[in-house]
Each structure stands twice: as structure tokens, then as C-alpha cells.
């Protein structure tokens, strides 16, 4: 039996609580980690394997669909089931060597010792391996908004007005949804600007993007359930779901945004589905109206969820800003979620769910089990800002001035990056995607352009490092909005020279 001479080792218990499927699974995933599976070896099919353990083959079949989201087997066409040649924790590991080579990382042997002395859980050891492109750097290419372009002048008089004299409603508000006053200001705008149907109850302050998707996460669903994440896809929101214990699968997005049907082959016992279907990141790929109502049905009939991410949907160059997936839903499976940092200035720290009207209580509840409430020193400022016409003024601001600076963008690369790297324009957002040019497509490797970039002042992302598992393609990430034309200009003739001489 190929591959499969020790599998009939594994001990698996009727009378044990955790279904068979999961045992199944999770002895097929130790004897693969520890190595009795060795890499590219050809698992038994379905039929057999179901036949020696004395399993049907649904529950088979359910343990190999797990394997094959996490990554630890793959297969190949008319030639059954295989172990993956590269694991998850290889990736992990690769993920780890390419942080150490950048400013504050660390390398895998470095993590591992730590891991060794201090007994870091695997949860931690996950964590850390997770990559995330910071946003400290000024130097073009780096990503995020004009800091500098913001209004803080009015920002410090509001500020000012609200806490010269505070009253107890502020001073030793206890609010776990968050102020009031701020709820309402973002009702209004969302109906308004993304069709998202709600009324201030059901919005719930949080402090960013990343709190609000582990909340609904712990909310939602149970340690171990599955979650689809798009491949590839911010690294923040992996971080949250695997911070709650939830098992990742990575789907693919091509031209309409998640394969909803390649994700329900992956993880078919998925329960949450987490998009950014306005504009993905990094892609900037918008989900097709098609896929959108796919992915609705499909948590319609999984008794599913599906978290909206609306990370930059103010930022649409061509026509009004796409509407909310979660205008679309009639069945109440939608979290909507949106943040002010890219909007505004990172460090504001604010962030907000829109959550159906049945389930704000238990989250309101569980949120002050967690941290009670978000802090209140500036919920109080924003809601003026919104009401007063600040917040869409800036906008309209930021938004021609994007605009501009993304057209920099492209002249610069059509000068300097020409027979290098192809750009394409995009209606929105915040960067765009430099794909090798043909004569570089099988050479170019992202990460050490990255590394030499840095050394030249030059602030740039790998693609592949917003992969999970082994990248599909390469690329760089090159952030316009907080860089002027002439910054844009130097750093594209650098790029240009970095990359003509890796060549």
C-alpha cells in the first residue's frame, strides 16, 4: 500500500468524544509533522484507506479536504493524494528567515532557541511567524496615508472643546459600544457613502480593524472551527483568527475576487469567510456581484458568517465608492467591519462593527468581558469631526490628491521601470502592484529586492510575503498616497537601479 504501511497504526476510538473525521486528521497530521509521512510520499486512496481503518469514506474523505486546505497534502491530477513537499510549518519558517533580514527581525533559529528556553505555545510560535509590513517607515514606497495632509489644526480645537472641562458622561463613561454621539455620525455616513443598511445600535467602537475581526471571531465561532481567508491576504487578519484559535484555509482569488466554490472544496466545514470585496489586499481585485451573492448563499446555507473588511473603500478614483457587500444580505450573516486609521492618521486607533441587530448584545457583552471599553479620548472629536463635514471634506482632499500622486506613480514607473516591473492603474486605493516584466518572471525574487531596497532608502513590500503558503506570484507592493511627486520620482529611478543590478 503506498505510502501507507503505518497507517494502519493510527488509533482511532469510537467512544472517544471527537468525531472520527478529527482524529482521522489529527493522527494523519502528527505521523506527517513528526515525519513517519515523509514529504511527497503517496497516501492510499480514499476507498482503501476507508477500507483498513474501517471508516466511511466520507469521513475519510472529510480528514484528506483538511489536510488539503492546511497545506499539508496536495493532488495531482489522475494521480491520487500526495504529502505536501513543503509543509505549513516550512512556510512558517521561511516566513521567519525572510523577518530576520529586515530592520527588528528575527531568524528561524533565533525563534526556535526562544521557543526551546521560554516554551512558547504554538499559538505564540504562529504568531510570530506571521508577517506584517510596517507602517513606521517615511520613505517612499512605504504604505499609509499623507500624515501631513490632515487637518490637525481643527482636530486640536475639537479636541480642545471636549476636554478642557469633560463632564461625567466622558470622564467615567463605561460605554462598552462605544460614545453614543460617534455611533450615530457613523450610521449616517455609512448609509449614506456604502449603502450599508444599520442603525447606531448596531455599530460597536473598537480600537481598529484588528480588534474588531477577533472579537466577532471569539464571538462567532469555537476554538479549532475553520475560517477562509483570501490567498493572498492581509496579514492582520491571520494574526486575529489565529490568535482565537481558529484553523485557516487559504483561498484563492483571481479576477472576482475569493473562489467561493474552490473555498467550499477546501474547507467544508468552514464557518466564517473573511473578504475585503470592495478593493482585496493586496490585489485590489473587486468581488464580482456574481461571487458576492455565491458567498451570501453560501452563509446562508453553512449557518455561516462572512466578515466584511472595508478597509479603503473612501478612496475610489473613477464613480461613487462601491456599496457594502452587507447592503446586499437579507439573511443577518454579515460583519461589517471599518477603520479610520488609513483614513485619517494610524495612531487614532479607532475602529468599528456593524453587527445584525440579534447579535449586538452578546457582542457588547463580551466586549466588556474583554477590555470593557475603547478608550474615550478622541470617540468624542471624531463624532464632531463626521458631523461637522470635516471627515468628507478630508476625503475629497485626499482623494484628488491620491489620485495625482498615483498618476506620479505610473509616469515615474514608465521612465525608470520600464523592461523592469509592469503597473497597471487602479481605481482605488492606496498602492499599486509592480509585477515582474516577461524578461524577469522567472528570476525575480521579491524578497531580496525588498532587502536591497531598504539598504538604498527605498521602502517597498514583497508580494509573497502576503502569501500564507508557497507565493504564486512575485511582486512589489509600492505605497503612493504619503509621498509627493518628486519622493516618488527618486525612489522609482532607485528601484529601477536595485533591480537592473540584481538582474
Known amino acids: 500500500m503506498p505510502g501507507g504501511g503505518n497507517l494502519l497504526a493510527l488509533n482511532l476510538d469510537n467512544a472517544d468524544e471527537g468525531p472520527l473525521y478529527r482524529q482521522l486528521y489529527d493522527g494523519l497530521r502528527l505521523m506527517i509533522l513528526d515525519g513517519r509521512l515523509a514529504s511527497g510520499s503517496r497516501l492510499p486512496a480514499n476507498r482503501v484507506l476507508a477500507q483498513d481503518l474501517s471508516l466511511s469514506r466520507n469521513t475519510v474523505a472529510t480528514a484528506l479536504q483538511q489536510l488539503l486546505a492546511e497545506g499539508y497534502v496536495e493532488t495531482r491530477q489522475g494521480d491520487g493524494t500526495y504529502v505536501a513537499s513543503e509543509l505549513p510549518d516550512d512556510v512558517l519558517g521561511g516566513t521567519e528567515r525572510q523577518t530576520s533580514e529586515r530592520p527588528g527581525g528575527y531568524g528561524l533559529d533565533q525563534s526556535a532557541d526562544i521557543a526551546r528556553r521560554y516554551g512558547l505555545s504554538r499559538r505564540g510560535q504562529a504568531l510570530a511567524a506571521i508577517s506584517r509590513v510596517s507602517a513606521g517607515s517615511v520613505a517612499a514606497f512605504a504604505p499609509g496615508p499623507d500624515i501631513g495632509a490632515f487637518p490637525f489644526d481643527i482636530w486640536a480645537r ?31 455616513y455609512l448609509g449614506a457613502m456604502r449603502g450599508v443598511r444599520c442603525e447606531p445600535g448596531q455599530i460597536i467602537v473598537v480600537s481598529g480593524a484588528q480588534q474588531a475581526i477577533s472579537l466577532a471571531a471569539q464571538v462567532l465561532l469555537d476554538h479549532d472551527d475553520q475560517a477562509m481567508v483570501e490567498e493572498p491576504g492581509y496579514g492582520g487578519i491571520r494574526g486575529a483568527l489565529t490568535a482565537a484559535g481558529l484553523r485557516i484555509a487559504h483561498v484563492p482569488v483571481d479576477g472576482e475576487g475569493m473562489d467561493i466554490a474552490a473555498g467550499e472544496a477546501r474547507a467544508p466545514l468552514a464557518r466564517l469567510a473573511c473578504v475585503a470585496p470592495s478593493h482585496q489586499h493586496p490585489l485590489g481585485v473587486v468581488m464580482s456581484l456574481r461571487r458576492r451573492l455565491a458567498l451570501i448563499e453560501w452563509a446562508r446555507r453553512r449557518q455561516g458568517w ?29 460583519i ?32 466588556r468581558v474583554l477590555d470593557d471599553h475603547t478608550a474615550m479620548l478622541a470617540q468624542p472629536v471624531l463624532a464632531r469631526f463626521i ?15 491620491y489620485a495625482g500622486r498615483q498618476e506620479a506613480l505610473l509616469a515615474a514607473a514608465r521612465k525608470d ?23 524577469l518572471t522567472s528570476s525575480m525574487d521579491d524578497g531580496q529586492i525588498t532587502q536591497a531596497a531598504a539598504k538604498a532608502g527605498v521602502t517597498v513590500a514583497a508580494l509573497s510575503s502576503t502569501y500564507a503558503g508557497k507565493p504564486a506570484r ?20 532607485r528601484l529601477g537601479e536595485i533591480i537592473a543590478g540584481q538582474g
Open 158 to 188: 475639537l479636541l480642545a472643546r471636549f476636554w478642557r472641562r469633560p463632564g461625567p458622561e466622558l470622564a467615567i463613561s463605561h460605554d462598552a459600544g462605544g460614545y453614543p454621539p460617534l455611533k450615530a455620525a457613523i450610521a449616517s
Open 306 to 334: 462572512i466578515l466584511e473588511d472595508d478597509y479603503d473603500s473612501e478612496y475610489r478614483y473613477a464613480g461613487r465608492p462601491l456599496a457594502a457587500l452587507q447592503g446586499l444580505d437579507t439573511t443577518g450573516r454579515v
Open 336 to 367: 461589517y467591519v471599518g477603520s479610520f486609521s488609513k483614513v485619517l492618521f494610524p495612531a487614532l486607533r479607532l475602529g468599528y462593527l456593524v453587527v445584525p441587530p440579534d447579535l449586538v448584545e452578546p457582542f457588547v457583552r463580551a466586549r
Open 387 to 401: 458631523e461637522d463635514g470635516h471627515f468628507a471634506s478630508h476625503v475629497r482632499r485626499m482623494r484628488r490628491l
Open 417 to 439: 521601470l520600464a523592461g523592469l516591473l509592469e503597473i497597471d492603474a487602479d481605481e482605488a486605493g492606496m498602492h499599486l502592484i509592480a509585477r515582474p516584466a516577461a524578461a
Open 474 to 493: 512575485q511582486g512589489l507592493i509600492l505605497g503612493y498616497a504619503a509621498h509627493d511627486e518628486d519622493s516618488i520620482a527618486v525612489a522609482a529611478r
